[in-house]
């Protein structure tokens, strides 16, 4: 009750030390005295711990000291076994709770609580209401643990306390989640019952989910802080009905020119008055009101004011004795407690819909008019809502009315009330409501002239239509005058107060849900015109960085219980029965509340104390009237209070004075010694203060840190002032509460005044008034810091006293960057002319002479004039860092230097001083820029003075002149932190800092101080006229480059700085001259004056370059987009560049859809490329791959026309085919011949599917003209001359020729032989291989250094590397990135002969290379197999290529043979032999050792291409060149496999007999699952079953050295077997070995085993043919034709 807790509170046992102070005999020394008359000295207590709180109630006290243990005083009945009173100086130690560490206590009237450090609660004393929490028992004499659980949770867990308060009949307690609990009697409680006592906790459910601070309880009532929602929630949709009385709580009124929108709802359940004297309720707290519907039900969950007498615990209270209710429509019904029932059924009548008389309140005629007008409404659920809304519109009384009602006896029924006069009322309380909600509806609604009618200025009372005393009809005229009091008291506690209640009111901009986008267009209309102030000067949410480092500001009292003696403060006596915002504090800040026995304090954090309840002994501090609302305790100016503690019937302040020592004041009655004994309610021959007394010994105690009051006593904890640390730490929370009520002044007393001037916007302009708009944003950021920032400090002092927990060490950044942003902001405001632009219209409302405007600038000069006085006003601010510095060192002084705390306190003093000092630089710089731009032509100006730039120098004295500039030139060079502008008579040019290099020119042999400047554009020599100027300048120049550079010179001080910026940088660019990039914006990397890295350009016509730069030219890889003319689709280039043109491997999307992929040379496709046109089903897709030259087609080329089926391979020239070349058709047309105008024209042979062949001259495709012989299948040809086209009749003249059947050598001479009118393999794909060998830096094959080869491939796969880096989205595998890392590391290439070692080596490195296509050989490898697959899949997949598809890779073999030669010139030409390394390593001469190793097939390794790079290209191959040869070998494969399938019916005996294998080389028995089994008659698929597997593995190989390995195998695993039975020494001959392979052959059944056979006839190592595989690939072969034309018998 008569108690405050500040929190939880450290222990303060470690930092003592620290602070070299002695513990116990200086710190929380505890004082107590009564009353406040001269003659009263206070008595020390004397205790071995220093006390850290203590807590009063009617007769006793509870004391708290460090370490945790608990100690009480005074009256204790309920102790009856000890003694049951203790003198106040001889306190005793609870020690039931000597087992707990207590950290914090509280006292109610009779009896008392602690918290301990884990959060439970014990409680002990008085109970017979069940305050203690314990039920059963009347009195508790000890300590006793009390559990508060959460009944939501199963099991239910334990809530963890923070805090307790307690009154007479109950106690509260803060949970750590910030939610109250409570438990006792009374309706104090806020708890949904009418059962008391409540015995168990309860949790108070009306502030469940906000944020609750702090509790504190009067005798019968309860006080709660709680933090404000933040934004974003309070945004949410409001609901639209009272949860008490279920009545809407909006209406909306449409008059002829304005909507009026009203929320002046007032409920009988729970009644508020706001701070412009409305009566109002607060809108849905609660849940809906169920009442009671028979007599024997309970009374439901809101026991309502309409039946006060029910409540237990006013019963007794004649106040209440009354029993009325008051309707909503204004008749007061009387009711008895007979019909209580009656009206609880009958809702109509009492608190639910209206009553009988309020239908002629309603605005409108009838229903039928409302639907009509609600038609108009686009949103049927907002007409819905509005429906509700109009019909209630009788429900909103004149809320003088209501209030008149509240506060009179009035006999039931009278109560006039025409509609006229509610609507005038209902118009007037709109406007609190809607400025309350909605800025810009508010200008819309013209209020500025309607909210006057609040303020001074109109006669009478608020809410009464133009103050006619005839606003309240027929109430008593003592209430009249009373409540015309109580506004002249609103009126005369200063303009300024109300003003800021209005601003803020206003600057509260909650939007009304839904309701503005469908109000009449005519209403949006004028809401939209431009309105000049928009800015909330309360931070909404305060800083974001200070979350939770701070105490919140925003915050609201809440209060309930007992009101009869307006403790409650809502502006009435009724009681509340839940928890209810007082909503005229909400907007002040308040940190801390205190509830006396009758009587409410809060103190904000401007030190300031509001004061409510009961006034009965001057306990409020003022003596105004009523009481029943907050008003400011009165205090003379300058005294700013920081702790209060509220007794019975008196009130004591802890506050600054002048000095910063705490001082003492005392409100409220005066205690005699004579009459202590005297029974408590004869206060007539008390005395009392009219306002606030001075204690006079207060300056004896010491340091203050804490008060407390009780009952009639006062209590203050002080410290002594041993090393001066106590008094520091008072000092800077005194200077930071000085501070923050100087910020509040000016905010309300200048800020505000100015922002609402109407002539502002007119005096300003548009671009000043943002700035200013901006300046008071920082401005209130500021103050709202410093605001959080007091209350923290003030809070140490309380708690902690220590160094530790002081926020602007540990989070200096928050400060530094508000300072920051504020002086820039201040500055910019100054440049731009702002103060001076300002000084008008304050002139006319400060007036002549601005004494408020000097005082609060500190400012004694006379006749100063106004802009000045401005500007030193509001860089005031600024000079509070030097006193933190101040603060900080003195603090610092006070430990020793080695400390962790004087290191924190010296480093934060170092960062407050050095941002004082450089934020003085900023402010010279500023002024230095506004007299500049004040003496600077006007025309210019308007284009150059911005608000960040500043001025640096200068040379309007010629000491900069521009080189070879004529003679009547002026050249007038100005350096400012973002530019250097070169001036001249009329024009001017800017060259932004970022892009500007300055160099000195040497002086050696000139006498000219020449600084040569370079921009992307210009470079131009300046001359100064000395050497010193010289410096200057370049020094100057130089410093602003690099601050620009670093982003504005945010830097604390320019201690750091370079002596020049980096001559490479970022920056962004616009060319304004530069023919390529007029007008185009570069964005990226620069070096002295080019691009020059990576970066951006966009031109104006949409092209955009995305890549890297050289020089100023687009150089290495970059990104392209072109947007088309014609088409609706961008071109887009995607590769490398050279010197500005694409040059180099690239990709480039076409906008008609057509893409590229290969080279480019100078903008031009040139070199090996592939263009794809069309897609599948587009008009013509076909796809060309092959050699450009100069954007043509020039060179080899193939080329696939996808919708005729054909595909071309030959020569081409300028885009057409010339020369020699083959076409396929997908008809098995086949072509070869000559070419020319892109027609077959000339030599060419033509082949038809079924082998019809035609010889001779051709002149159009498919077109035969001239001489030839065409040959049929069957043989028979025709030689003459043909014309026409195939396939359609041809005409001949000529001879017809039927060979002989006999004549074989005839048909043999008829064979055509293909491939020698085609493109030779060597001639074919040139373009690759040149490219290959250009990246290798040769300018022919082999033309060129082997170094330099391997230089460039180290660059390749770097700068490959380095790119793919810097794309993300092409992200290498971890097996790609090994192979790059293995590639880095050239192989040992250049020593002596090759070795076997070495061979390998090099073996593996190009396997490796051929791995990576960022390898040059790599690449060549990739692009040959593409164009291979290009080539010969799809319709080049016929028969008749197979030839020409085996000699290309010949060909690839002996180019790609003769690059690796390149690159290690040691290797052996074709055939060469490396030798065998011998077993003497030393001993190279004696190569033929190798032959003496049988095991080994090969003497030595010859060195041929196809051993060394046929492993790496032919797998990558294999699928089209195998397709070939199955084609090819169709028909030999068909009858070969018939026979194969037909022989394998047979059992292996009879199989084994068939083919003739010898009886002694048949297995006897043969391993089935690990065992060996008897071969019999019928077994089959058993014998020489590994040597199948094995044979069968040849399908799975590619390369024929491969497949022949496989053979040996087989011959291996039969000799094995066969051995295995003989089991002699054995020996193999032709004859007994050729069935036995014959059978595995069949038994292997491989289905292309031709083709296999060919294949690897045609691709054999020319070394291998005569060695002991080529006898075993014979023998193979030899199977194959065998089995072929085996005839069964």
Same mark, same amino acid.
């Given at each position: 009750?008569?108690?405050h807790?500040?929190?939880?509170?450290?222990?303060?046992?470690?930092?003592?030390k620290?602070?070299?102070?002695?513990?116990?005999?200086e710190?929380?020394?505890?004082?107590?005295?009564?009353?406040?008359?001269?003659?009263?000295?206070?008595?020390?207590?004397?205790?071995s711990?220093?006390?850290?709180?203590?807590?009063?109630?009617?007769r006793?006290?509870?004391?708290?000291?460090?370490?945790?243990?608990?100690?009480?005083?005074?009256?204790?009945?309920w102790?009856?076994?000890?003694v049951s009173?203790?003198?106040?100086? +001889? @306190?005793?130690?609870?020690?039931? *709770?000597s087992g707990?560490? %207590?950290?914090? &206590?509280?006292? #109610?009237? =009779? /009896? $008392?609580?602690?918290?301990?450090?884990?959060?439970?609660?014990?409680?002990?004393?008085?109970n017979?209401?069940?305050?203690c929490?314990?039920?059963?028992?009347?009195?508790?004499?000890?300590?006793?643990p009390v559990?508060?659980?959460?009944?939501?949770?199963?099991?239910?867990?334990?809530?963890r306390?923070?805090?307790l308060?307690?009154?007479?009949?109950?106690?509260?307690a803060?949970?750590?989640?910030?939610?109250?609990?409570?438990?006792?009697?009374?309706?104090?409680?806020?708890l949904?019952?009418?059962?008391?006592?409540v015995? +168990? @906790?309860?949790?108070?459910?009306? *502030?469940?989910?906000?944020? %609750?601070?702090? &509790?504190a309880? #009067?005798? =019968? /009532? $309860?006080?709660?802080?709680?933090?404000?929602?933040?934004?974003q929630?309070a945004?949410?949709?409001l609901?639209?009905?009272?949860g008490?009385?279920?009545?809407?709580?909006?209406?909306?009124?449409?008059?002829?020119d304005?909507?009026?929108?009203?929320?002046?709802?007032?409920?009988p359940?729970?009644?508020?008055?706001?701070?412009?004297?409305?009566?109002?309720?607060?809108?849905?707290?609660?849940?809906?009101?169920?009442?009671?519907s028979?007599?024997?039900?309970p009374?439901s969950?809101?026991?309502?004011?309409?039946a006060?007498?029910?409540?237990?615990?006013?019963?007794?209270?004649?106040?209440?004795?009354r029993?009325?209710?008051?309707?909503?429509n204004?008749e007061?019904?009387?009711?008895?407690?007979?019909?209580?029932?009656?009206?609880?059924?009958?809702?109509?009548?009492?608190?639910?819909?209206?009553?009988?008389a309020?239908?002629?309140?309603?605005?409108?005629?009838?229903d039928?008019?409302?639907?009509?007008?609600?038609?108009?409404?686009?949103?049927t659920?907002?007409?819905?809502?509005?429906?509700?809304?109009?019909k209630a519109?009788?429900?909103?009384?004149?809320?003088?009315?209501?209030?008149?009602?509240?506060?009179?006896?009035?006999?039931?029924?009278?109560?006039?009330?025409?509609?006229?006069?509610?609507?005038?009322?209902?118009?007037?309380?709109?406007?609190s409501?809607?400025?309350?909600?909605?800025?810009?509806?508010?200008?819309?609604?013209?209020?500025?002239?309607?909210?006057?009618?609040?303020?001074?200025g109109v006669?009478?009372?608020?809410?009464?239509?133009?103050?006619?005393p005839?606003?309240f009809?027929?109430?008593?005229?003592?209430?009249?005058?009373?409540l015309?009091?109580?506004?002249?008291?609103?009126?005369s506690?200063s303009?300024?107060?109300i003003?800021?209640?209005?601003?803020?009111?206003?600057?509260?901009?909650?939007s009304?849900?839904?309701?503005?986008?469908?109000?009449?267009?005519?209403?949006?209309?004028?809401?939209?015109r431009?309105?000049v102030?928009?800015?909330p000067?309360?931070p909404?949410?305060?800083?974001?960085?200070?979350?939770?480092?701070?105490p919140?500001?925003?915050?609201?009292?809440?209060?309930?219980?007992r009101?009869?003696?307006?403790?409650l403060?809502?502006?009435?006596?009724?009681?509340?029965?839940q928890?209810?915002?007082?909503?005229?504090?909400?907007?002040?800040?308040v940190?801390?509340?205190?509830?006396?026995?009758?009587h409410?304090?809060?103190?904000?954090?401007?030190?300031?104390?509001?004061s409510?309840?009961?006034?009965?002994?001057g306990?409020?501090?003022?003596?105004?009237?009523?009481?029943?609302?907050?008003?400011?305790?009165?205090?003379?100016?300058?005294?700013?209070?920081?702790?209060?503690?509220?007794?019975?019937?008196?009130?004591?302040?802890?506050?600054?004075?002048?000095?910063?020592?705490p001082?003492?004041?005392y409100?409220?009655?005066?205690?005699?010694?004579?009459?202590?004994d005297?029974?408590?309610?004869?206060?007539?021959?008390?005395?009392?203060?009219?306002?606030p007394?001075?204690?006079?010994?207060?300056?004896?105690?010491?340091?203050?840190?804490?008060?407390?009051?009780?009952?009639?006593?006062?209590?203050?904890?002080?410290?002594?002032?041993?090393?001066?640390?106590?008094?520091?730490?008072?000092?800077?929370?005194?200077?930071?509460?000085?501070?923050?009520?100087?910020?509040s002044?000016?905010?309300?007393h200048?800020?505000?005044p100015?922002?609402?001037?109407?002539?502002?916007?007119?005096?300003?302009?548009?671009?000043?008034?943002v700035?200013?708009?901006?300046?008071?944003?920082?401005?209130?950021?500021?103050?709202?810091?410093?605001?959080?920032?007091?209350?923290?400090?003030?809070?140490?002092?309380?708690?902690?006293?220590e160094?530790k927990?002081?926020v602007?060490?540990?989070?200096?950044?928050?400060?530094?960057?508000?300072?920051?942003?504020?002086?820039?902001?201040v500055?910019?405001?100054?440049?731009?002319?702002?103060?001076?632009?300002?000084?008008?219209?304050?002139?006319?409302?400060?007036?002549?002479?601005?004494?408020?405007?000097?005082?609060l600038?500190?400012?004694?000069?006379e006749n100063i004039?106004?802009?000045d006085?401005l500007?030193?006003?509001?860089?005031?601010?600024?000079?509070?860092?030097?006193?933190?510095?101040?603060?900080?060192?003195?603090?610092?002084?006070c430990?020793?230097?080695?400390?962790?705390?004087?290191?924190?306190l010296?480093?934060?003093?170092?960062?407050?001083?050095?941002?004082?000092l450089?934020?003085?630089r900023?402010?010279?710089?500023?002024?230095?820029?506004?007299?500049?731009?004040?003496?600077?032509?006007?025309?210019?100006?308007d284009?150059?003075?911005?608000?960040?730039?500043?001025?640096?120098?200068?040379?309007?004295n010629?000491?900069?002149?521009?080189?070879?500039?004529g003679?009547?030139?002026?050249n007038w060079?100005?350096?400012f932190?973002?530019a250097l502008?070169?001036?001249?008579?009329?024009?001017?040019?800017?060259?932004?800092?970022?892009?500007?290099?300055?160099?000195?020119?040497p002086?050696?042999?000139?006498?000219?101080?020449?600084?040569?400047?370079?921009?992307p554009?210009?470079?131009?020599?300046?001359l100064?006229?000395?050497?010193?100027?010289?410096?200057?300048?370049?020094?100057?120049?130089?410093?602003?480059?690099?601050?620009?550079?670093?982003?504005?010179?945010?830097?604390?001080?320019?201690?750091?700085?370079?002596?020049e910026?980096?001559?490479?940088?970022t920056?962004?660019?616009?060319?304004?001259?530069?023919?390529?990039?007029?007008?185009?914006?570069?964005?990226?990397?620069?070096?002295?004056?080019?691009?020059?890295g990576?970066?951006?350009?966009?031109?104006?016509?949409g092209?955009?370059?995305?890549g890297?730069?050289?020089?100023?030219?687009?150089?290495?890889?970059?990104?392209?987009?072109?947007p088309?003319?014609?088409?609706?689709?961008?071109?887009?280039?995607?590769?490398h560049w050279?010197?500005g043109?694409?040059h180099?491997?690239?990709?480039?999307?076409?906008?008609?859809?057509?893409?590229?992929?290969?080279?480019?040379?100078?903008?031009?496709?040139?070199?090996?490329?592939?263009?794809?046109?069309g897609?599948?089903?587009?008009?013509?897709?076909?796809?060309f791959?092959?050699?450009?030259?100069?954007?043509?087609?020039?060179?080899?080329?193939?080329?696939?026309?996808i919708?005729r089926?054909?595909k071309?391979?030959?020569m081409?020239?300028d885009?057409?085919?010339?020369?020699t070349?083959?076409?396929?058709?997908?008809?098995?047309?086949?072509y070869?011949?000559?070419?020319?105008?892109?027609?077959?024209?000339?030599?060419?042979?033509?082949?038809?599917?079924?082998?019809?062949?035609?010889?001779?001259?051709f002149?159009?495709?498919?077109?035969?003209?001239?001489?030839?012989?065409?040959t049929?299948?069957?043989?028979?040809?025709?030689?003459?001359t043909f014309?026409?086209?195939?396939?359609?009749?041809?005409?001949?003249?000529?001879?017809?020729?039927?060979?002989?059947l006999?004549?074989?050598d005839?048909?043999?001479?008829?064979?055509?032989k293909?491939?020698?009118?085609?493109?030779?393999?060597?001639?074919k794909?040139r373009?690759v291989?040149?490219?290959?060998?250009?990246?290798?830096?040769c300018?022919?094959?082999?033309?060129?250094?082997?170094?330099?080869?391997?230089?460039?491939i180290?660059?390749?796969?770097?700068?490959s590397?380095?790119?793919?880096?810097?794309?993300?989205?092409?992200?290498?595998?971890?097996?790609?990135?090994?192979t790059?890392?293995?590639?880095?590391?050239?192989?040992?290439?250049?020593?002596?002969p090759?070795?076997?070692?070495?061979?390998?080596r090099?073996r593996?490195?190009?396997?490796?290379?051929?791995?990576?296509?960022?390898?040059?050989?790599?690449?060549?490898?990739?692009?040959?197999?593409?164009?291979?697959r290009m080539?010969y899949v799809?319709?080049?997949?016929?028969?008749?290529?197979?030839?020409?598809?085996?000699?290309?890779?010949?060909?690839?073999?002996?180019?790609?043979?003769?690059?690796?030669?390149?690159l290690?010139?040691?290797?052996?030409?074709?055939?060469?032999?490396?030798?065998?390394?011998?077993?003497?390593?030393?001993?190279?001469?004696?190569?033929?050792?190798?032959?003496?190793?049988?095991?080994?097939p090969?003497?030595?390794?010859?060195?041929?291409?196809?051993?060394?790079l046929?492993?790496?290209?032919?797998?990558?191959?294999?699928?089209p060149?195998?397709?070939?040869?199955?084609?090819?070998?169709?028909?030999?494969?068909?009858?070969?496999?018939?026979?194969?399938?037909?022989?394998?019916k047979?059992?292996?005996?009879?199989?084994l007999?068939?083919?003739?294998?010898?009886?002694?080389?048949?297995?006897?028995?043969?391993?089935?699952?690990?065992?060996?089994?008897?071969?019999?008659?019928?077994?089959?698929?058993?014998?020489?079953?590994?040597a199948?597997?094995?044979?069968?593995?040849?399908?799975?190989?590619?390369?024929?050295?491969?497949?022949?390995?496989?053979i040996?195998?087989?011959?291996?695993?039969?000799?094995?077997?066969?051995?295995?039975?003989?089991?002699?020494?054995?020996?193999?001959?032709?004859d007994d070995?050729?069935?036995v392979?014959?059978y595995?052959?069949?038994?292997?059944?491989?289905?292309?085993l031709?083709?296999?056979?060919?294949?690897?006839?045609?691709?054999?190592?020319?070394?291998?043919?005569?060695?002991?595989?080529?006898i075993?690939?014979?023998?193979?072969k030899?199977?194959?034709?065998?089995?072929?034309?085996?005839?069964?018998?």
């Amino acid at each position: 009750m008569h108690q405050h807790c500040h929190g939880q509170i450290s222990v303060m046992e470690s930092q003592r030390k620290s602070s070299g102070e002695d513990s116990s005999g200086e710190r929380g020394l505890l004082h107590t005295w009564k009353g406040y008359s001269c003659s009263v000295t206070p008595e020390r207590v004397l205790l071995s711990r220093p006390v850290l709180q203590a807590a009063l109630g009617t007769r006793h006290g509870v004391l708290l000291v460090e370490g945790g243990q608990v100690y009480s005083f005074g009256e204790f009945p309920w102790k009856q076994s000890q003694v049951s009173e203790v003198g106040p100086l +001889k @306190p005793v130690l609870e020690s039931s *709770l000597s087992g707990q560490r %207590v950290v914090a &206590v509280a006292a #109610g009237s =009779f /009896h $008392s609580g602690a918290v301990t450090e884990d959060g439970g609660v014990h409680m002990w004393g008085e109970n017979s209401f069940g305050q203690c929490g314990l039920s059963s028992l009347t009195v508790v004499s000890n300590p006793t643990p009390v559990a508060v659980l959460d009944p939501d949770t199963s099991p239910p867990h334990t809530i963890r306390v923070l805090e307790l308060a307690c009154g007479e009949q109950h106690s509260l307690a803060l949970s750590a989640q910030h939610e109250v609990w409570a438990w006792g009697s009374g309706c104090q409680l806020g708890l949904v019952t009418t059962i008391f006592p409540v015995w +168990k @906790p309860q949790k108070v459910e009306h *502030l469940a989910g906000r944020h %609750v601070l702090q &509790v504190a309880c #009067g005798a =019968f /009532h $309860s006080l709660a802080l709680v933090r404000c929602l933040p934004p974003q929630e309070a945004r949410r949709p409001l609901p639209d009905k009272c949860g008490q009385c279920n009545q809407l709580l909006y209406t909306m009124t449409d008059k002829e020119d304005h909507v009026i929108i009203s929320d002046s709802h007032y409920c009988p359940l729970g009644v508020e008055l706001l701070d412009d004297g409305e009566a109002r309720m607060e809108p849905g707290r609660s849940p809906p009101l169920r009442l009671q519907s028979s007599p024997s039900e309970p009374l439901s969950s809101h026991t309502s004011a309409s039946a006060p007498n029910l409540h237990p615990s006013i019963t007794d209270h004649t106040d209440y004795e009354r029993r009325r209710t008051v309707a909503q429509n204004g008749e007061v019904l009387t009711t008895t407690d007979s019909d209580i029932s009656a009206a609880g059924t009958d809702s109509d009548r009492t608190v639910g819909g209206m009553g009988g008389a309020g239908s002629q309140n309603s605005p409108y005629p009838d229903d039928q008019a409302v639907k009509e007008y609600l038609k108009k409404l686009s949103d049927t659920s907002l007409a819905e809502e509005t429906a509700k809304m109009t019909k209630a519109g009788a429900s909103f009384q004149p809320p003088a009315d209501s209030l008149d009602l509240l506060t009179s006896d009035l006999l039931p029924g009278v109560m006039p009330v025409t509609t006229s006069s509610a609507l005038n009322s209902l118009v007037s309380s709109c406007a609190s409501a809607v400025a309350e909600r909605v800025v810009s509806t508010c200008e819309a609604l013209s209020l500025k002239k309607r909210i006057n009618c609040y303020y001074p200025g109109v006669g009478g009372v608020a809410g009464a239509p133009g103050g006619v005393p005839g606003g309240f009809p027929g109430g008593p005229a003592e209430e009249r005058v009373r409540l015309e009091e109580s506004m002249q008291g609103k009126k005369s506690c200063s303009t300024g107060d109300i003003r800021e209640e209005e601003a803020e009111g206003l600057s509260r901009r909650l939007s009304l849900p839904g309701l503005l986008s469908q109000v009449s267009p005519r209403l949006l209309r004028r809401a939209s015109r431009p309105r000049v102030r928009a800015v909330p000067l309360t931070p909404v949410g305060g800083l974001p960085e200070a979350g939770e480092l701070l105490p919140s500001l925003q915050t609201e009292v809440w209060s309930w219980g007992r009101g009869e003696e307006g403790q409650l403060g809502h502006g009435d006596n009724l009681p509340r029965l839940q928890p209810l915002c007082i909503k005229c504090l909400s907007s002040k800040e308040v940190v801390l509340v205190a509830a006396g026995a009758h009587h409410s304090l809060a103190l904000t954090a401007q030190s300031q104390v509001f004061s409510w309840g009961s006034n009965s002994s001057g306990q409020l501090g003022h003596m105004a009237c009523p009481t029943t609302i907050p008003r400011l305790a009165k205090l003379s100016e300058g005294i700013r209070v920081w702790d209060v503690g509220a007794g019975a019937q008196h009130t004591l302040l802890l506050a600054d004075g002048d000095c910063y020592q705490p001082i003492l004041y005392y409100s409220g009655q005066q205690v005699r010694e004579a009459a202590q004994d005297a029974p408590q309610d004869q206060t007539e021959g008390y005395s009392y203060t009219q306002q606030p007394v001075l204690l006079p010994f207060c300056m004896n105690l010491g340091y203050v840190s804490g008060v407390f009051a009780g009952g009639q006593s006062c209590v203050a904890l002080a410290d002594r002032n041993v090393t001066g640390f106590i008094a520091s730490l008072h000092e800077l929370a005194a200077a930071e509460r000085k501070f923050y009520c100087k910020l509040s002044s000016v905010k309300n007393h200048i800020l505000r005044p100015l922002l609402d001037l109407e002539s502002l916007g007119t005096a300003l302009g548009p671009a000043s008034t943002v700035l200013l708009q901006s300046l008071a944003r920082c401005y209130s950021r500021l103050c709202h810091l410093t605001g959080q920032h007091s209350t923290s400090l003030t809070a140490n002092l309380r708690r902690r006293r220590e160094v530790k927990s002081l926020v602007m060490l540990e989070h200096a950044s928050i400060f530094l960057d508000t300072y920051n942003e504020y002086c820039c902001s201040v500055g910019n405001f100054l440049v731009m002319g702002g103060f001076q632009a300002l000084a008008k219209p304050s002139l006319d409302f400060f007036g002549k002479c601005p004494e408020l405007l000097q005082r609060l600038a500190e400012s004694s000069e006379e006749n100063i004039p106004l802009s000045d006085l401005l500007v030193a006003l509001f860089y005031l601010p600024m000079r509070h860092l030097h006193e933190y510095g101040r603060l900080l060192l003195k603090l610092g002084t006070c430990f020793e230097v080695s400390s962790v705390d004087y290191q924190k306190l010296q480093d934060g003093c170092s960062k407050f001083e050095a941002l004082a000092l450089h934020l003085k630089r900023r402010r010279k710089e500023a002024e230095y820029t506004y007299h500049f731009w004040k003496s600077f032509p006007g025309k210019m100006t308007d284009s150059l003075r911005k608000p960040p730039r500043r001025l640096i120098c200068e040379s309007s004295n010629k000491a900069l002149t521009l080189q070879n500039s004529g003679r009547f030139s002026v050249n007038w060079f100005i350096l400012f932190n973002d530019a250097l502008v070169h001036a001249q008579f009329s024009t001017h040019h800017v060259f932004p800092l970022a892009t500007l290099w300055v160099e000195p020119i040497p002086e050696e042999n000139t006498d000219l101080y020449g600084l040569k400047v370079i921009s992307p554009e210009e470079t131009f020599t300046l001359l100064a006229c000395s050497s010193m100027e010289k410096a200057k300048w370049l020094r100057s120049i130089n410093q602003a480059v690099d601050k620009a550079m670093s982003g504005a010179g945010q830097s604390g001080s320019g201690a750091g700085q370079r002596a020049e910026p980096p001559i490479s940088r970022t920056a962004s660019y616009t060319f304004y001259k530069d023919s390529r990039l007029k007008e185009a914006t570069y964005e990226g990397r620069w070096l002295a004056g080019k691009p020059n890295g990576r970066g951006m350009v966009k031109w104006l016509d949409g092209r955009i370059y995305t890549g890297m730069f050289k020089n100023g030219l687009e150089d290495g890889f970059g990104d392209y987009v072109m947007p088309s003319k014609t088409l609706n689709l961008n071109d887009h280039y995607q590769g490398h560049w050279k010197e500005g043109k694409m040059h180099g491997i690239g990709t480039y999307k076409y906008a008609t859809g057509e893409l590229y992929e290969g080279s480019f040379q100078d903008n031009m496709r040139h070199g090996h490329g592939m263009l794809r046109s069309g897609t599948l089903n587009s008009s013509s897709p076909s796809v060309f791959i092959g050699q450009w030259v100069h954007d043509k087609k020039t060179g080899y080329g193939v080329f696939d026309d996808i919708t005729r089926g054909e595909k071309y391979m030959g020569m081409w020239q300028d885009d057409q085919r010339q020369g020699t070349g083959v076409i396929v058709t997908q008809f098995g047309l086949y072509y070869e011949g000559a070419f020319n105008n892109n027609k077959m024209q000339g030599t060419g042979v033509l082949l038809s599917e079924d082998n019809t062949t035609y010889e001779g001259e051709f002149s159009e495709d498919w077109t035969l003209n001239g001489k030839g012989v065409l040959t049929m299948a069957n043989g028979d040809y025709f030689e003459g001359t043909f014309t026409g086209e195939w396939g359609s009749g041809l005409k001949v003249t000529g001879s017809f020729f039927k060979p002989n059947l006999y004549d074989s050598d005839g048909d043999k001479g008829r064979a055509v032989k293909l491939g020698r009118l085609a493109v030779r393999p060597e001639e074919k794909w040139r373009a690759v291989f040149e490219e290959c060998w250009m990246r290798l830096g040769c300018e022919a094959p082999g033309q060129g250094e082997n170094q330099r080869a391997w230089e460039n491939i180290a660059v390749a796969l770097t700068t490959s590397r380095r790119e793919l880096r810097d794309c993300p989205e092409m992200n290498l595998s971890p097996s790609h990135n090994l192979t790059l890392e293995s590639l880095e590391f050239n192989p040992q290439q250049h020593v002596g002969p090759v070795t076997m070692e070495k061979y390998d080596r090099i073996r593996h490195y190009l396997i490796k290379a051929c791995d990576t296509p960022l390898h040059p050989l790599g690449r060549l490898m990739e692009t040959l197999v593409a164009v291979y697959r290009m080539t010969y899949v799809g319709v080049g997949a016929n028969r008749r290529l197979l030839l020409q598809a085996v000699n290309e890779i010949m060909s690839y073999l002996a180019r790609i043979f003769q690059l690796v030669r390149f690159l290690f010139p040691d290797l052996p030409e074709e055939g060469g032999v490396i030798p065998e390394p011998s077993s003497d390593p030393q001993d190279k001469k004696d190569s033929k050792c190798a032959d003496t190793q049988l095991e080994s097939p090969k003497p030595g390794r010859v060195v041929s291409s196809s051993s060394l790079l046929l492993p790496v290209l032919l797998p990558r191959l294999y699928p089209p060149l195998f397709t070939l040869y199955a084609l090819e070998k169709e028909r030999e494969d068909d009858v070969y496999w018939e026979c194969v399938l037909r022989l394998n019916k047979q059992p292996d005996m009879a199989l084994l007999a068939f083919l003739g294998v010898q009886h002694k080389f048949w297995p006897v028995s043969v391993p089935v699952l690990g065992e060996r089994t008897e071969v019999v008659s019928s077994t089959k698929d058993a014998c020489f079953a590994s040597a199948t597997e094995t044979l069968q593995q040849i399908s799975t190989t590619f390369t024929p050295s491969d497949k022949l390995q496989v053979i040996q195998l087989t011959f291996e695993e039969i000799t094995k077997e066969v051995v295995s039975s003989l089991e002699d020494s054995f020996l193999w001959s032709m004859d007994d070995l050729f069935p036995v392979f014959l059978y595995v052959v069949l038994r292997a059944r491989i289905r292309n085993l031709g083709s296999e056979v060919s294949l690897i006839e045609d691709l054999m190592d020319p070394c291998v043919q005569h060695g002991e595989h080529g006898i075993m690939f014979t023998t193979l072969k030899a199977c194959y034709y065998q089995i072929q034309h085996e005839k069964t018998t």
